[in-house]
């Protein structure tokens, strides 16, 4: 089983940036390296949801739900087995544990990431 660990999550004023960080161990890279991924979000009280996802390899296909597009960015690193998430003009309601997983969630989740966004 894959095991996931995010990291860069903090506290940031509405409007601040965070990047955030997954890694994955380097027993999964040859998986990871074939695997669509994506991050994903849990806010109190709610389901999680999908904020965007990446294709594997280096084709770099993206996808964003409207509530982030123009806003977050996805990234990946094959060669460290790590995947990014680039989170500008963060909103209130951006304020959740974010987690990585492949998109569809078939890894063990990881411990996850809090990022609350404060006005």
């Known amino acids: 089983q894959v095991q996931l660990v995010e990291s860069g999550g903090g506290l940031v004023q509405a409007g601040g940036t965070l990047r955030l960080s997954c890694a994955v161990p380097?027993?999964?890279?040859?998986?990871?390296?074939?695997?669509?991924m994506a991050w994903y979000r849990q806010a109190p009280g709610r389901q999680r949801e999908l904020v965007a996802s990446?294709?594997?390899?280096?084709?770099?296909?993206?996808n964003y739900p409207d509530s982030v597009k123009g806003r977050f960015t996805i990234s990946r690193d094959n060669t460290k087995n790590m995947v990014f998430l680039q989170m500008n003009s963060l909103k209130l309601e951006d304020t959740a544990v974010y987690y990585c997983?492949?998109?569809?969630?078939?890894?063990?989740w990881g411990q996850g990431t809090q990022v609350t966004v404060s006005s």
């Open positions: 380097r027993t999964s890279a040859t998986v990871f390296r074939i695997s669509p």
């Open positions: 997983n492949n998109l569809v969630a078939s890894w063990s």
């Open positions: 990446i294709s594997s390899l280096n084709s770099g296909n993206t």
